[in-house]
């Protein structure tokens, strides 16, 4: 019986993923050759990228049915980064589309991403949501400053992370925001800071603070008020933002 079980499992499943990864690797090759020889060009390579990535999506949701959930969101980790290099490439590789509209392309594949994650309650595809939506301005950078619409931006995807974790009990979303959020306000004082700023970035700053400081009451009322995890956000969360604070008044008497 046992045997009998291997074999099915080992006919029905591995074969089948063998098959899938050999198709997948021999499309590559043939449109890496297409792309060589010049067969397809940049619009027809940006079209092809979309058009695989929302298949591989839509196609993985044919094993998440049959309970294959892994499986499934390996295929849509896939699917959806195929969809942010394209857009990518559209916009920094061949010139295709405008900033403007790349960035909102972006934000509708990140808040499809985050659809799927609540309505099939999987923390994983949340994350692949949020990497990407933290992805978005670097990807599409220009060089120029623009500090209000790139803090505003993750203002309300921090806010967006908050109310995930009011509705689901994935911790580790705030956490990875709150890293995104730090990676792109280091980011952005490095390349652009001066004087000038000053009032405005540490208010959004203190925005951020106080986004985040909201996060430990959420996590104490899911952990019925015990847990250490909920003190550790907070404690980080206020030792980032005094050092922030007490460096950006520094730079402003240095400068």
Not at 75 to 90: D, F
Not at 132 to 139: A, H, I, K, Q
Not at 238 to 247: M, S
Request: hydrophobic share 55%; proline share 2%.
């Amino acid at each position: 019986m046992e045997n009998s079980d291997l074999e099915s499992r080992i006919g029905s499943h591995w074969l089948n993923r063998i098959g899938i990864a050999a198709v997948l690797i021999g499309v590559s090759y043939f449109l890496k050759y297409a792309f060589d020889n010049g067969w397809i060009g940049p619009t027809g390579r940006i079209a092809i990228g979309l058009i695989a990535g929302i298949a591989v999506v839509l196609w993985s949701e044919r094993f998440r049915i049959r309970g294959y959930k892994v499986f499934s969101y390996s295929l849509k980790a896939v699917g959806i980064g195929a969809l942010y290099l394209s857009l990518w490439a559209a916009f920094q590789v061949y010139h295709l589309m405008p900033s403007g509209v790349v960035f909102v392309c972006m934000l509708v594949v990140t808040g499809a991403t985050c659809a799927m994650a609540i309505t099939q309650d999987a923390e994983v595809l949340a994350v692949f949501a949020i990497t990407g939506g933290f992805s978005t301005p670097v990807l599409l950078s220009t060089g120029i400053n623009r500090e209000i619409a790139l803090f505003s931006y993750v203002l309300l995807l921090d806010l967006g992370i908050l109310t995930l974790v009011v509705f689901r009990p994935w911790r580790r979303l705030l956490w990875l925001g709150f890293a995104g959020t730090l990676l792109l306000y280091i980011g952005w004082n490095a390349e652009f800071y001066n004087r000038s700023h000053f009032e405005l970035t540490l208010t959004f700053a203190t925005l951020f603070f106080g986004v985040f400081a909201a996060a430990p009451l959420f996590m104490l009322r899911q952990e019925q008020g015990e847990g250490s995890i909920p003190l550790l956000f907070a404690l980080a969360n206020g030792v980032t933002y005094a050092c922030a604070a007490r460096l950006q008044m520094a730079l402003q008497s240095a400068i």
